[in-house]
């Protein structure tokens, strides 16, 4: 139990940090006044209190709650000292897991929105566009990595199948983490990616219009440098193409998804743990 108030007050700092770095290495795309990218950069990396003391209420409302209706720590491990410090840690945990649900929701739809409101967009620098998947992989990762620590701590879980259900509802937060928040960035670049293949097919219609105007006119004494300019065309335009829309960079992806495959290992080792120890 005292590892879920650590674990979680510790992820808001990490992705909070590296937030900052992600905005920071967005910023030449965000466009806008210093003044705005300082203001947002300080509501991406910091919680309003007033909110944040509303949930944390709610997550000790919400594990009252628990006890109620039955939490083992209210029907059967005593009074005394260790009763006492464990429910202090459950209900910390309680209410700082609701701080992080609420940290990831809020970071992620403005991390949307910074998206959204991004004024120069070039697909020959895709840096920036790139820098907010670091933290959108990382939060998922947060998950996946509490759900390991769950299953390594108490592989009972895996026996209840409504414990089941929730750890594969945490497996499909850390996909939305990752994906849901770069969505907006990737339609922006598809966009932008179209407008530049319009662009450079009405240059290529162009200059083929010239070549053919030259031939029915017998007068083809430019053809080579019109053929080049249209070679040039044709491998700007197949340049383009190859142009990823969604916004990250392949060993980003790579890691992520790899990751996601952790509890199941976690699991494959406990059975064959049981198997060799026989129980």
């Known amino acids: 139990m005292a590892f879920y108030p650590v674990a979680a007050l510790a992820a808001i ?6 937030a900052g770095r992600a905005f920071d290495l967005f910023q030449p795309a965000l466009g806008g006044s210093e003044t705005e990218a300082a203001c947002l950069r300080y509501e991406l990396t910091t919680l309003p209190a007033r909110e944040t003391w509303i949930v944390g209420a709610t997550g000790l409302a919400f594990f009252s709650l628990v006890m109620l209706i039955g ?11 260790f009763y006492w410090t464990g429910v202090t840690f459950a209900g910390m945990g309680f209410v700082t897991t609701f701080e992080l649900l609420y ?18 967009l070039d697909l020959f620098h895709l840096s920036p566009l790139y820098s907010f998947s670091a933290l959108t992989a990382r ?6 990595l509490i759900l390991c620590f769950d299953l390594v701590v108490n592989p009972e ?22 994906v849901l928040p770069l969505q907006g960035m990737q339609r922006r670049i598809a966009a932008e990616k179209r407008r530049l293949e319009w662009d450079v097919n009405q240059h290529i219609k162009a200059m083929v219009q010239h070549l053919y105007g030259r031939v029915e006119g017998l007068d083809v004494h430019d053809a080579d440098p019109v053929n080049k300019t249209i070679t040039s065309l044709l491998a700007t335009r197949e340049l383009i193409a190859k142009i990823p829309t969604w916004p990250w960079r392949s060993e980003t992806s790579t890691v992520f998804f790899s990751a996601l495959t952790l509890p199941v290992v976690v699991f494959l080792i406990q059975m064959f ?7």
């Open 139 to 144: 939060t998922g990762l947060v998950f996946v």
């Open 157 to 178: 879980t895996l026996r209840n199948l409504a414990l089941v259900g929730l750890n594969v509802a945490i497996l499909l937060l850390a996909v939305a983490c990752f």
């Open 13 to 18: 700092h990490y992705l909070d940090r590296t």
């Open 103 to 120: 940290h990831t929701l809020r970071q992620l739809r403005l991390v949307s929105r910074i998206h959204d409101s991004a004024e120069n």
């Open 71 to 81: 939490s083992p720590l209210r029907l059967g491990m005593g009074s005394g000292i």
């Open 273 to 279: 743990l049981k198997t060799l120890m026989g129980f």
